[in-house]
């Protein structure tokens, strides 16, 4: 081996490296930045599941979130529902589960198991789930029904909003995206606000009823 | 004509001395008797290892999810510390055959180091995944490069290849703010890396080295498909390491070119060209354009034959 044509490589090689760590810096565009969610600035509570498997509520209008309840040992939370008897969560291990929560306390009001069970498998999406596209490079919008932009976003192109929910009134959209981060903004010009930075995007959070 | 005459002939015309001679004709005879073990029963001993590995694995993986966190991270130890030791016996044998097997052995062991980091990251000290995966290559790909320094040869090269590969790719995965082409430079990026140091002597065997650069050159338009300019630099990649087949005598990388030129061409014409030039006309002039290169190519060895 030529020392001379080896110590060339290496500079080559440290030159070529040095290079595309320069481009690819240059190439970095930021995540989008949301405010935290001050008290009172948005009124209504949302329900998700967190990285470790447990159930969160986060009361918009406190400005507050808490953990309801956390399923370690029943497999991964494959479906979430907020109705009028409560919190629904269902869990698949050998078979589904189903078990309904106090929205207050996380205390078990019901729970169902076997064919009286939500089967997550035939569950569909949530019927108030918004479209999002990516209608040019580095702008993410998500849109109404009616095709009405409700948010424009510049994010790279990695980024991604997994779930997009609007509330039941329609005040208030919450969305989940790609770097684990749950939001919520007024439709139209209001800038999201963080509600949490460890969501899961599946199940989708949900709004109260 | 045998060897020894082959031999006298070269020492007649001045090509090699008698000493040179004589310790070719020592080597190479010495070489033939040692070997006692056909290369069709060392293929059969390799399939019956693997398949006993295949085996052991499956009934592994029946208790593997009842095992404590300390007992998955105890075995995969005991596993990963096996096979290392067993490769060090191998490449002690005077058998080639068994000296090769030491490859295989020490191939398994850098699985093996994958598994034990990923186990003690994951389950014993609760690292996010993503982090996970980026240490578990960075780990595996230092077991791998160690490795490969103790004995250089086609499997602990590509095993040093694919964990390094695959360590670029969990850095740059977990970053959400890099596009997609980040991914796409960093293979074409590190696998020139890996030809200027396989051109420099640094790594061997040379001829998988030069695979594996050229491989991850070709990737370079991979992530963004069709995305102009993309195509366009893979076909240069194929074109460039077609000239360096030349330059270098490697048919590898003349390969690895017309292998790059055979995927890029097409994917060029139809970004240019859309529907309005049909598949047929495309595949023409991906045929055109490789067979011009291939006689340019022989024209150029013929040029540059000593």
Redesign the interface.
Same mark, same amino acid.
């Given at each position: 081996?030529?020392r001379r044509?080896?110590l060339? #490589?290496?500079v #080559?090689?440290v030159v070529? !490296?040095a #290079?595309?760590v320069v !481009? !690819?810096a240059l190439?970095?565009?930021?995540?989008p930045e949301f405010a935290t969610l001050p008290a009172g600035e948005l009124d209504g509570s949302m329900s998700f599941v967190d990285e470790e498997n447990c159930v969160q509520i986060a009361d918009l209008s406190a400005g507050s979130v808490t953990k309801l309840s956390c399923e370690p040992d029943q497999g991964a939370i494959d479906h979430l529902a907020w109705t009028d008897s409560g919190v629904e969560i269902t869990t698949y291990f050998n078979q589904p589960i189903t078990k309904v929560l106090d929205p207050a306390t996380g205390e078990i009001l019901e729970t169902r198991t076997g064919d009286e069970a939500t089967d997550p498998s035939e569950a569909e999406r949530p019927a108030d789930e918004l479209f999002v596209n990516r209608p040019a490079e580095g702008v993410i919008v998500i849109y109404d029904d009616d095709d009405n932009d409700l948010l424009h976003l510049e994010a790279?192109?990695?980024?991604w909003i997994e779930t997009a929910i609007q509330s039941a009134d329609g005040r208030l959209v919450g969305f989940a995206d790609?770097?684990g981060r749950l939001a919520v903004f007024e439709p139209r010009g209001a800038r999201p606000y963080l509600v949490a930075d460890d969501v899961r995007s599946w199940p989708p959070p949900v709004w109260e009823p | 004509m045998g060897m020894t005459e082959d031999l006298e002939r070269w020492v007649a015309a001045g090509l090699i001395d008698p000493d040179h001679a004589r310790a070719i004709e020592a080597f190479e005879t010495g070489r033939g008797r040692s070997s006692q073990v056909g290369r069709g029963m060392e293929a059969v001993a390799y399939l019956g290892a693997s398949l006993v590995l295949v085996a052991l694995a499956i009934l592994a993986m029946e208790f593997w999810d009842r095992l404590e966190p300390w007992g998955q991270f105890g075995l995969s130890v005991i596993v990963t510390a096996v096979l290392f030791v067993v490769g060090l016996i191998l490449g002690r044998s005077d058998e080639p055959a068994v000296s090769r097997a030491q490859t295989f052995a020490w191939f398994l062991t850098v699985a093996g180091i994958g598994l034990t980091a990923q186990v003690a990251l994951r389950q014993l000290l609760d690292v996010d995944e993503q982090d996970a995966w980026v240490y578990v290559f960075l780990v595996s790909m230092l077991g791998a490069i160690w490795l490969w320094w103790s004995r250089s040869s086609v499997l602990q090269m590509v095993a040093m290849g694919v964990t390094t590969w695959a360590t670029v790719i969990s850095l740059i995965s977990r970053t959400?703010? +890099?596009?997609? =082409?980040?991914l796409g +430079?960093?293979f074409a990026?590190l696998g020139?890396?890996w030809l +200027?140091?396989t =051109?420099?002597?640094?790594f061997t065997p040379v001829r998988t080295s030069y695979a594996l650069g050229g491989i991850g050159m070709l990737m370079i338009a991979i992530p963004e498909g069709n995305q102009m300019p993309w195509p366009l630099l893979g076909l240069l990649v194929g074109l460039g390491l077609m000239a360096a087949s030349v330059r270098l005598h490697q048919n590898v990388l003349l390969a690895l070119g017309v292998a790059g030129l055979f995927i890029y061409i097409p994917m060029t014409i139809f970004e240019w060209f859309g529907e309005s030039l049909g598949v047929p006309v495309a595949l023409l002039i991906t045929g055109l354009v490789l067979l011009g290169v291939v006689v340019a190519i022989i024209r150029l060895r013929k040029d540059t034959q000593p």
């Open positions: 081996m030529s044509r080896l060339g #490589a290496i #080559a090689s070529v !490296i #290079a595309v !481009i !690819i190439s970095v565009i930021p995540l790279p192109e990695r980024y790609s770097t | 959400e703010t +890099l596009p997609d =082409w980040a +430079l960093s990026g020139l890396v +200027l140091l =051109w420099a002597g640094a």
